[in-house]
T-cell receptor, first 112, second 113 residues
Framework: GENVEQHPSTLSVQEGDSAVIKCTYSDSASNYFPWYKQELGKGPQLIIDIRSNVGEKKDQRIAVTLNKTAKHFSLHITETQPEDSAVYFCAAKGGYGNKLVFGAGTILRVKS | DGGITQSPKYLFRKEGQNVTLSCEQNLNHDAMYWYRQDPGQGLRLIYYSQIVNDFQKGDIAEGYSVSREKKESFPLTVTSAQKNPTAFYLC????????????FGQGTRLTVV
């Protein structure tokens, strides 16, 4: 089945700097790659997603890139702000069983 | 408002008891999922359902059971066979297509006392 690996597990950046989180997936049939942000004690919320027919997608300060050949995708946050501090999860969907499989998460801390 | 609702928010259970967590959605989604989240860890799939009256085991189904009698409801029962049930449980739903987003509820924190 699908396996998603996410790095780094924790990331500290200075306010205004960029943050990059990387994920790899194993099932080449996966075709949907969302990124979720989770704040303490709450459910994850979708922040951006990308489908396999697209290589890059941007939404204001957030962008996601996808390399299907290498089976990896990345989240880029520019001009980070303290409110970006949270846990971020990548996920992959559309492979065997059409399950939504998550990475282990990245704790992002933005220092002001 | 359209959305996905989990209840209760906090739940305490004595060892040896079964307990049922509720998940309801009014988004008209076919697919529903249950995940378990332990402190500092990712989301692990317990069960998922792609259509009414059908569901499949996820990666950690042992000690759990589900039903899907109605499209909008996907309750999860944590049985006494689950050896370490204390965790944060998250329910999600999506349109049953391979490239659509999942919406999450706010979670239920289960504690065994």
């Amino acid at each position: 089945g699908e396996n998603v690996e996410q790095h780094p597990s924790t990331l500290s950046v200075q306010e205004g700097d960029s943050a990059v989180i990387k994920c790899t997936y194993s099932d080449s049939a996966s075709n949907y790659f969302p990124w979720y942000k989770q704040e303490l004690g709450k459910g994850p919320q979708l922040i951006i997603d990308i489908r396999s027919n697209v290589g890059e997608k941007k939404d204001q300060r957030i962008a996601v890139t996808l390399n299907k050949t290498a089976k990896h995708f990345s989240l880029h946050i520019t001009e980070t702000q303290p409110e970006d501090s949270a846990v971020y999860f990548c996920a992959a969907k559309g492979g065997y069983g059409n399950k939504l499989v998550f990475g282990a998460g990245t704790i992002l801390r933005v220092k002001s | 408002d359209g959305g996905i609702t989990q209840s209760p928010k906090y739940l305490f259970r004595k060892e040896g008891q079964n307990v049922t967590l509720s998940c309801e959605q009014n988004l008209n989604h076919d697919a529903m999922y249950w995940y378990r989240q332990d402190p500092g860890q990712g989301l692990r799939l317990i069960y998922y359902s792609q259509i009414v009256n059908d569901f499949q085991k996820g990666d950690i189904a042992e000690g759990y059971s589900v039903s899907r009698e109605k499209k909008e409801s996907f309750p999860l029962t944590v049985t006494s066979a689950q050896k370490n049930p204390t965790a944060f449980y998250l329910c999600a739903s999506s349109i049953d297509r391979r490239d659509t987003e999942a919406f999450f509820g706010q979670g239920t924190r289960l504690t065994v006392v």
